[in-house]
């Protein structure tokens, strides 16, 4: 099946830092989605993207839709406590037969350091 | 507005029984996605519902079903329950419209198989 690589799986940093990740899959996606989860809660959508070479940003946050359509970045700047979390990478591969069924990446799990 | 809501919020259940999960959508949406969540690890699709039929399905066996209501509300429904079905489940909705896969999530039902 799909297969996104996310990387980096954990970053430590220090509060007022930049911060970068991304996502790459082997296959053309037509949607790339961004979301934030919290430790018992469910992910909450932060950005979507829809045309390759789009660049969305939300607050301190800005994603970028590959032009090769198989990758997507994320970048926060000047990151906050409150911006720890697990951010995940999602993606709807193109094809009539992915309606609706995103496919996650692992997840990259963000600390900061007050 | 009302987001995505799921009961139960904690499940604990032995091997071999059954479960029903219940979700009801965002006002305004009227498809609903379910997602497994082992520890660790990003959603996986299990599949949607879209006008009360089922719209496209992951890689679970037949002992995952679900229905969609005149509501648009959806439930899970887990057969013969294995050790591995221990994950969080996630519902999330989506319109029909032109965001149509930008998907809300809720925050899940904890199962647990003993």
């Known amino acids: 099946g799909q297969q996104l690589n996310q990387s980096p799986q954990s970053m430590f940093i220090q509060e007022g830092e930049d911060v970068s990740m991304n996502c790459t899959s082997s296959s053309i996606f037509n949607t790339w989605l961004w979301y934030k989860q919290d430790p018992g809660e469910g992910p909450v959508l932060l950005i979507a993207?829809?045309?390759?070479?789009e660049l969305t940003s939300n607050g301190r946050l800005t994603a970028q839709f590959g032009i090769t359509r198989k990758d997507s970045f994320l970048n926060i700047s000047a990151s906050i406590p409150s911006d720890v979390g697990i951010y995940f990478c999602?993606?709807?591969?193109?094809?009539?037969?992915?309606?609706?069924?995103?496919?996650f990446g692992q997840g990259t799990i963000l600390t900061v350091h007050p | 507005e009302t987001g995505v809501t799921q009961s139960p919020t904690h499940l604990i259940k032995t091997r071999g029984q059954q479960v029903t999960l219940r979700c009801s959508s965002q006002s305004g949406h009227n498809t609903v996605s379910w997602y497994q969540q082992a520890l660790g690890q990003g959603p996986q699709f299990i599949f949607q519902?879209?006008?009360?039929?089922?719209?496209g399905r992951g890689n679970f066996p037949p002992r995952f079903s679900g229905l969609q209501f005149p509501n648009y509300s959806s439930e899970l429904n887990v057969n013969a329950l294995e050790l591995d079905d221990s994950a969080l489940y996630l519902c999330?909705?989506?319109?029909?419209?032109?965001?149509?896969?930008?998907?809300?999530f809720g925050p899940g039902t904890r199962l647990t198989v003993l």
């Open positions: 993207l829809y045309k390759a070479g």
């Open positions: 999330a909705s989506s319109s029909s419209g032109s965001s149509y896969n930008e998907q809300f």
């Open positions: 999602a993606g709807l591969p193109a094809g009539g037969t992915s309606y609706g069924k995103l496919t």
């Open positions: 519902y879209y006008r009360e039929e089922e719209n």
